[in-house]
């Protein structure tokens, strides 16, 4: 079998010899297709082939693809769109000036808590996209794929407590520049220093714009409103942790790594028995509302033997413990 390692930079910035693994899960986090790349595999050009594979099995025609801001560049987006894939992506704070530029000029920068914009982003930025949102315009544009064809759809919220957040956040970023600038603290530059002259200084320009911006979150999608209202496309993407959460289980509660296989026969066997795994241990969490973890620590201590003494079979087993009766009876399970 052809080898499926390759050696790349990891996330982790290591060089042992990786594979890149896909998993499509729902939107709860039960997984339903896994598969395998070598390692030196773009991400983001692993995505469509996983799709396309699930939906041929399954015969589905219409799926949305809900990811982070990792997915967002043109030619990404313009992948999904052609593969007529319909999706979701979150946006970079970076572009709100652009889409909101219209709200900003019309209304400054008041947002009330939970306020949602819906307007339209450019798919690549240059002038003749830009133009697709007329500032002197008090109404935002509604995206059509047939009118705005050099256009996404953007959804942009605004929360309170993520502004609050978002602001603790930028003072520390703050503090850290000074410190360095003062020379009290040796560490690479961080955000919101320039340097000019070889003389270090606060970048109060890109910090102001910064806070402005705190609170605001968004979403670039291809679906028209009258397909999926705002709250939708934001609902829909908030699930995505569970997504997480799931990539999370695999690594460490069912220990998908380290590998230390170097076939794709091997790797891929692996890969499906961690997937098995995985689909039971997201029944076992959504059955018991429990994580898996404390399902095994619960259970594992519990045992059974059978031993022949003279001829005759002793049974010795531990007791059951309320916490292991409450997860048998939420599962249905009757112990024999």
């Given at each position: 079998m052809e080898l499926c390692r390759?050696?790349?930079?990891?996330?982790?910035?290591?060089?042992?010899?990786?594979?890149?693994?896909?998993?499509?899960?729902?939107?709860?986090?039960?997984?339903?297709?896994?598969?395998?790349w070598e390692g030196n595999k773009a991400e983001t050009a692993t995505i469509v082939p996983i799709i396309r594979q699930f939906q041929a099995r399954h015969g589905l025609a219409d799926m949305v693809v809900v990811a982070d801001a990792g997915m967002l560049s043109a030619s990404n987006l313009k992948e999904l769109d052609e593969a007529a894939l319909r999706f979701i992506v979150g946006s970079r704070v970076t572009k709100?000036?652009?889409?909101?530029?219209?709200?900003?000029?019309?209304?400054?920068?008041?947002?009330?808590?939970?306020?949602?914009?819906d307007t339209i982003?450019?798919?690549?930025?240059?002038?003749?996209?830009?133009?697709?949102?007329?500032?002197?315009?008090?109404?935002?544009?509604?995206?059509?794929?047939?009118?705005?064809?050099?256009?996404?759809?953007?959804?942009?919220?605004?929360?309170?407590?993520?502004?609050?957040?978002d602001g603790k956040?930028?003072?520390?970023?703050?503090?850290?520049?000074?410190?360095?600038?003062?020379?009290?603290?040796?560490?690479?530059?961080?955000?919101?220093?320039?340097?000019?002259?070889?003389?270090?200084?606060?970048?109060?320009?890109?910090?102001a714009r910064a806070r402005r911006l705190v609170g605001l979150k968004g979403y670039v999608t291809n679906i028209p409103a009258a397909v999926m209202p705002a709250g939708e496309v934001i609902a829909s993407y908030h699930d995505l942790w569970q997504v997480e959460a799931s990539f999370r289980?695999?690594?460490?509660?069912?220990?998908?790594?380290?590998?230390?296989?170097?076939?794709?026969?091997?790797?891929?066997?692996?890969?499906?028995?961690?997937?098995?795994?995985?689909?039971?241990?997201?029944?076992?969490?959504?059955?018991?509302?429990?994580?898996?973890?404390?399902?095994?620590?619960?259970?594992r201590p519990l045992q059974e033997i059978s031993v022949r003494i003279a001829g005759h079979e002793h049974l010795a087993e531990d007791p059951l413990t309320p916490a292991a009766t409450s997860i048998l009876d939420a599962l249905d399970l009757t112990p024999q």
């Open positions: 390759r050696r790349h930079n990891s996330k982790e910035r290591r060089v042992d010899p990786q594979v890149v693994v896909g998993l499509l899960v729902d939107r709860g986090g039960f997984p339903l297709e896994i598969g395998c709100a000036p652009a889409d909101l530029a219209s709200h900003f000029r019309w209304h400054g920068d008041a947002f009330a808590d939970g306020q949602v914009i982003t450019p798919r690549v930025a240059t002038t003749a996209a830009r133009d697709d949102n007329d500032v002197n315009k008090r109404a935002e544009p509604v995206w059509d794929p047939a009118v705005h064809t050099r256009s996404w759809r953007a959804v942009w919220a605004y929360s309170r407590k993520r502004a609050v957040r956040t930028l003072t520390l970023q703050e503090n850290r520049a000074k410190a360095v600038i003062a020379g009290e603290k040796a560490a690479r530059t961080p955000r919101f220093i320039t340097t000019r002259n070889g003389t270090q200084s606060l970048d109060e320009a890109s910090l289980m695999s690594k460490t509660d069912l220990r998908a790594r380290p590998m230390f296989h170097h076939t794709r026969e091997a790797i891929e066997a692996h890969l499906t028995i961690v997937f098995a795994a995985l689909a039971v241990a997201r029944h076992l969490q959504d059955a018991t509302g429990i994580s898996i973890k404390k399902i095994v620590q619960t259970l």
